[in-house]
């Protein structure tokens, strides 16, 4: 990719919320011709701070958008190192940087940097407290960046992130109510899915990746610096959450089950309320946006048999 000098740049613009980001930006006159989503070739978040800088000071952006992260949460159990390198030290480098060049830096982090203990939603004076590798490296990376230069950097917290990209919790139970419902429909081409377990004991904040978008563009804008909370409103459990989806999508919740956290053996403990208090009055609720979300995909439309028979073959049961 080609990038313009001296334009705004989002690392991991190829990812789940730089692509949506960089779209939407795109969208908008003001930001036109000004814009590079990069990826590891251009900016590699692993490699040594001085490379970081380097390749920083090769485009040399009036503000970096920081929307790459090392987010396997399992798997930071057993790569401690890399996810710090990720999620801390190539921060600290960029913030560096942006304080030795005078430029702004937007920085977006996690409900995961809490314990889950607070018994009420986070707001953003509240101290972090992570109990799992990923939330520590995410923590690390927001003290770095207030240590370093917190007059022009601006960290965004966000929480349970789905958007177009068809990874994550929201798609994983999408898929599974739609090959539910085109057995109910085709019982003769399509075969009976397994259940699938929903953990009914976590509580969080599900924002929608457009929504977030908007609160990034908005303090592009309109600059706040230090912590915010660029969520949605409410809170709910992951089992609601997926009932929501499927009553969005007219499908029985009947493949789903609900479990409770411990019995997934997960690698990496899990905190059981990361509700946070949105710093922006625009945000949606998270039922609101869950809807909302659902009707921009059609989600309710999949059943439509014109489009399924074009995509099925007989399959045995």
Same mark, same amino acid.
């Given at each position: 990719?080609?990038?313009?000098?001296?334009?705004?740049?989002?690392?991991?613009?190829?990812?789940?919320?730089?692509?949506?980001?960089?779209?939407?930006?795109? *969208?908008?006159?003001?930001?036109?011709?000004?814009?590079?989503?990069?990826?590891?070739?251009?900016?590699?978040?692993?490699?040594?701070?001085?490379a970081i800088k380097?390749?920083? /000071?090769?485009?040399?952006?009036?503000?970096?958008?920081?929307?790459?992260?090392?987010?396997? !949460? *399992?798997?930071?159990?057993?790569?401690?190192?890399?996810?710090?390198?990720?999620?801390?030290? +190539?921060? =600290?480098?960029?913030?560096?940087?942006?304080?030795?060049?005078?430029?702004?830096?937007?920085?977006?982090?996690?409900?995961? #940097?809490?314990?889950?203990?607070?018994?009420?939603?986070?707001?953003?004076?509240?101290?972090?407290?992570?109990i799992n590798a990923?939330?520590?490296?995410?923590?690390?990376?927001?003290?770095?960046?207030?240590?370093?230069?917190?007059?022009?950097?601006?960290?965004?917290?966000?929480?349970?992130?789905?958007?177009?990209?068809?990874?994550?919790?929201?798609?994983?139970?999408?898929?599974?109510?739609?090959?539910? =419902?085109?057995?109910?429909?085709?019982?003769?081409?399509?075969?009976?899915?397994?259940?699938?377990?929903? +953990?009914?004991?976590?509580?969080?904040?599900?924002?929608?990746?457009? *929504?977030?978008?908007?609160?990034?563009?908005? !303090?592009?804008?309109?600059? #706040?610096?230090?912590?915010?909370?660029?969520?949605?409103?409410?809170?709910?459990? @992951?089992?609601?959450?997926?009932?929501?989806?499927?009553?969005?999508?007219?499908?029985?919740? /009947?493949?789903?089950?609900?479990?409770?956290?411990?019995?997934?053996?997960?690698?990496?403990?899990?905190?059981?309320?990361?509700?946070?208090?949105?710093?922006?009055?625009?945000?949606?609720?998270?039922?609101?946006?869950? @809807?909302?979300?659902?009707?921009?995909?059609?989600?309710?439309?999949?059943?439509?048999?014109?489009?399924?028979?074009?995509?099925?073959?007989?399959?045995?049961?």
């Open positions: 990719m080609h990038i313009v000098e001296e334009s705004i740049i989002i690392t991991g613009g190829t990812g789940n919320l730089g692509s949506e980001l960089l779209q939407m930006l795109v *969208d908008l006159p003001c930001f036109t011709g000004f814009l590079s989503g990069v990826g590891r070739n251009q900016v590699n978040l692993s490699a040594p701070p001085h380097s390749a920083l /000071d090769q485009i040399n952006p009036p503000i970096i958008i920081n929307a790459a992260a090392y987010t396997n !949460v *399992d798997q930071a159990e057993s790569e401690p190192e890399l996810a710090d390198q990720v999620n801390h030290v +190539a921060v =600290r480098a960029m913030a560096e940087w942006a304080r030795d060049n005078g430029k702004r830096l937007i920085h977006i982090s996690t409900d995961y #940097v809490f314990d889950g203990k607070k018994g009420a939603p986070y707001t953003p004076q509240d101290s972090t407290c992570p990923y939330g520590k490296s995410k923590a690390l990376g927001e003290e770095a960046i207030m240590a370093v230069y917190p007059e022009r950097s601006t960290i965004i917290r966000t929480s349970w992130l789905y958007g177009q990209k068809q990874t994550g919790f929201v798609w994983f139970v999408i898929n599974a109510a739609q090959a539910a =419902r085109n057995h109910a429909l085709y019982p003769n081409k399509c075969s009976k899915p397994d259940p699938i377990k929903v +953990a009914h004991d976590q509580t969080g904040t599900p924002t929608c990746v457009s *929504d977030l978008c908007s609160v990034i563009i908005d !303090v592009l804008q309109h600059p #706040v610096y230090g912590i915010v909370h660029g969520c949605a409103t409410g809170q709910t459990t @992951r089992y609601e959450q997926a009932l929501l989806l499927c009553q969005a999508m007219t499908v029985p919740p /009947d493949f789903m089950v609900p479990q409770a956290t411990a019995d997934f053996n997960f690698a990496a403990p899990r905190p059981a309320n990361t509700a946070m208090e949105t710093s922006f009055e625009s945000m949606p609720g998270w039922d609101g946006g869950l @809807r909302a979300f659902c009707s921009y995909n059609d989600l309710h439309n999949a059943k439509r048999p014109d489009a399924l028979e074009s995509k099925l073959s007989p399959v045995s049961t």
